[in-house]
């Protein structure tokens, strides 16, 4: 039993000694590419180990960019069905457009706008009119622009929605720097208002020296008195 299964050998281990031999194949042919990239040839102090070992390391760099992606290196574009654009600039235009809808320029040139077509198509031969009464085209073409206009607005105010929360926040942190100053500073006038209570001021010690001048005159004008009040 023992004979019949070493001569026959287990298809598993026989297809892992073969993948074994396949990668030690893989790895001699990635040393000797490494070894004439890197100007090894003919070097005989580069030993056979450390040739591997960098093969092995190439080797597994390979599979790894293969496997994954180079996170140092920009994703190549996608091909997207929808139309790629800048959020940004066409945040910028939409608040240009929604500036300038709120300015009575605006309005002045809507009003002529439409005093013009009214007239045109009320007054212009028929073969020139274009809008007939009740002006269904004037109507559509004004549907139009209010149905631009609305989201291009609500846009522009998002936009300085967020600009107001940043800077509403910036204000927020810039007081609350300010109050912390403003109580650090108060502990140090306290602190230096207690310390000045403890130090002679000016006006004590000219006190004090004036008692000391009255009190030499009193001795001066009265010198027995204090003589015997001394025996």
């Known amino acids: 039993m023992s004979g ?4 026959g050998g287990d298809p ?3 297809r ?3 993948q074994i031999r396949v990668r030690r194949e893989l790895a001699r042919e990635h040393a000797r590419e490494f070894a004439r990239e890197q100007g090894l040839t003919g070097r005989e102090e580069e030993s056979a180990e450390r040739l591997r070992s960098k093969a092995a390391a190439a080797t597994g760099a390979t599979a790894l960019t293969r496997s994954r992606v180079r996170l140092d290196q920009p994703r190549s574009d996608r091909r997207r069905l929808l139309p790629v654009y800048d959020p940004e600039a066409f945040g910028r235009l939409s608040e240009r457009v929604a500036r300038f809808l709120g300015t009575g320029r605006f309005i002045v040139w809507m009003t002529l706008v ?3 077509w009214v007239l045109w198509n009320i007054f212009a031969p028929d073969h020139l009119r274009f809008d007939e009464y009740p002006f269904i085209f004037l109507t559509l073409v004004l549907s139009l622009q209010a149905s631009y206009a609305a989201p291009l607005i609500l846009l522009a105010q998002n936009r300085q929605d967020d600009r107001d929360r940043v800077n509403l926040e ?11 100053d403003t109580e650090y500073l108060t502990r140090e ?3 230096l208002r207690m310390g000045l209570g403890e130090v002679a001021t000016r006006d004590w010690i000219r006190s004090e020296f004036q ?3 009255k009190e030499m005159d009193e001795r001066r004008l009265f010198p027995a008195e204090s003589d015997e009040g001394d025996r």
């Open 16 to 18: 892992r000694r073969e």
């Open 4 to 7: 019949e299964r070493r001569g």
């Open 114 to 116: 439409i005093i013009v």
């Open 170 to 180: 910036q204000d927020r942190k810039q007081n609350e720097r300010s109050i912390a």
């Open 189 to 191: 006038i306290a602190a």
């Open 12 to 14: 598993g281990r026989d």
């Open 211 to 213: 008692d000391l001048i």
